[in-house]
């Protein structure tokens, strides 16, 4: 089965950056395409970014500011001059490639890293 595990969480000051990384359990981590999601308190959970397993990105939200990245061993996300606003659960899924692009139906979902931007 396969494992994803965020790392990079916490609590960060306003203007702060935002460094997350996403590890997986799984031989053929290459091959897949990823995404980060996040979650703010009391909102429902929005797709943030994507790449896939040839390393082409896409951006959802705050276009221009987030930076999503991989290599063979894991996914990243940074953002720099956090605000408030940015104070949610970021969460990585994996699948592997479609036939058509679809902001939903990940097959696979980390646990969740919890990042509060707050001073």
């Known amino acids: 089965q396969v494992q994803l595990v965020e790392s990079g969480g916490g609590t960060v000051p306003p203007g702060g950056n935002l460094r997350l990384s996403c590890t997986a359990s799984l031989i053929n981590f290459d091959q897949l395409d990823m995404a980060w999601f996040r979650q703010a308190p009391g909102k429902e959970r929005v797709l943030v970014a994507t790449i896939t397993n040839r390393e082409i990105p896409a951006y959802f939200i705050d276009h221009g500011r987030f930076i999503i990245s991989r290599n063979k061993n894991a996914m990243y996300l940074s953002k720099d001059d956090l605000t408030p606003e940015d104070t949610a659960v970021y969460t990585c899924?994996?699948?592997?490639?479609?036939?058509?692009?679809?902001?939903?139906?990940?097959?696979?979902w980390g646990q969740g890293a919890l990042v509060t931007v707050s001073s």
């Open positions: 899924a994996a699948r592997f490639p479609t036939s058509f692009f679809t902001k939903d139906d990940w097959t696979y």
